[in-house]
């Protein structure tokens, strides 16, 4: 049976490499050692990841020169290789920039915009914006050029908050924790109906859907997938609708519009997971419209990035940062709250 306090530290961006030294190893520089071990990874790169504390010994930090001795367990966390990078074309797409130094950039990232190339989408990427903003630096080195300075995600269409790295040393700290989960993200999302319990912990795995390969799924006997912890709040309740807080344990794609498809609150909105169509309440002409309405006000799934907070990797500095929601999910939440209010008061609802 798989340990769950390993894969509790597994993310669909990184992976762990452990490594058992030879009883017979020799002495030698462990930056070196690895070398020889490590596929397509410089000694720039291993020395960094030493240096932010992503190389560890028996369970503790070391430095860049110390030697390695027979028996002792190596731990390596790095960026999950993407296979064969893409061709990435800069190009000049505004970038809403909250924060920037020379270590690393915070950016609200809009809806609509996928986040690296991939077939059908060469162009108009976070990864084709970040490459015309960082022209004058170099791809990060073991960083494939099509995930240019990313060490973590969010849909296409979903909107908020992301960091991206600008130094290699800043990839190695920032991955290790978001590896480790010691960064804070929390979402708002906009479901359907109100989850009996106001908080929660929705434990499942998560993998591709077994017929619909374009769509994940959740396998709560945990035989396929991947482990996946979702814990979720409820804010605010709309009878029909509620706004609900979201914060991972694990980072797998789709998670959180996979967990809450899962326990019968879809994502309102989400045109994958059965968001896009009434859920909750009579289907009665006024009403549906009013439902209509909404969806022609937010055609995406409701789920924005709302708080990102992490270490910042030269100064140690705990950086902490807050978005806005976006236009779209705003005015959809506020026709709902309307429309409760109206309903409370006996009145017709306005459509």
């Keep these: 049976m798989e340990d769950k306090n390993r894969r509790r530290y597994d993310d669909d961006y990184f992976f762990q490499q452990v490594i058992d030294v030879d009883p017979k190893q020799s002495s030698i520089r462990i930056d070196k050692f690895l070398m020889d071990r490590l596929e397509n990874t410089s000694r720039n790169r291993i020395q960094n990841a030493i240096r932010a504390a992503s190389v560890m010994v028996d369970g503790k930090p070391v430095k860049p020169n110390f030697k390695i001795k027979p028996l002792q367990k190596i731990t390596i966390i790095l960026p999950r290789p993407r296979g064969e990078g893409i061709r ?45 903003h960082f022209r004058s ?78 769509l994940f799924t959740a396998f709560p006997e945990g035989d396929m997938g991947k482990w996946a912890v979702t814990h979720y709040k409820v804010l605010e309740s709309l009878y029909y609708v509620s706004l609900v807080q979201c914060n991972l344990e694990t980072g797998r794609t789709h998670q959180i519009r996979v967990h809450m498809q899962m326990i019968g609150h879809p994502l309102f909105s989400d045109d994958k997971y059965g968001g896009d169509s009434i859920r909750r309440g009579a289907i009665f002409s006024r009403y ?26 030269t100064t140690k500095e705990r950086m902490y940062f807050e978005s806005e929601l976006p236009e779209d999910f705003q005015s959809a939440l506020d026709a709902w709250r309307g429309y409760v209010t109206v309903r409370k008061d006996g009145d017709s609802p306005p459509t």
């Design 288 to 313: 549906k419209l009013f439902v209509e309405k909404c969806f022609s006000m937010m055609p995406r799934q409701a789920l924005h990035a709302k708080s990102l907070g992490f270490e910042h990797p």
């Design 137 to 214: 630096l170099p791809v990060l080195d073991g960083n494939d050029e099509d995930r240019l300075g990313l060490v973590h995600r969010i849909d296409k269409n979903t909107t908020g908050l992301m960091v991206v790295a600008k130094t290699e040393y800043a990839m190695a700290h920032l991955s290790k924790q978001f590896y480790y989960h010691t960064t804070e993200r929390t979402y708002w999302a906009l479901v359907w109906g109100e989850p009996k319990e106001k908080t929660g912990t929705i434990e499942a795995h998560v993998g591709r859907h077994p017929r619909f390969r374009k």
């Design 88 to 132: 990435v074309f800069p190009q000049n797409i505004p970038l809403n920039i909250v924060y920037e130094d020379d270590d690393l950039m915070v950016i609200n990232k809009p809806s609509g915009m996928p986040v690296h190339p991939g077939v059908g989408n060469y162009k108009g990427t976070l990864v084709n914006a970040l490459a015309y």
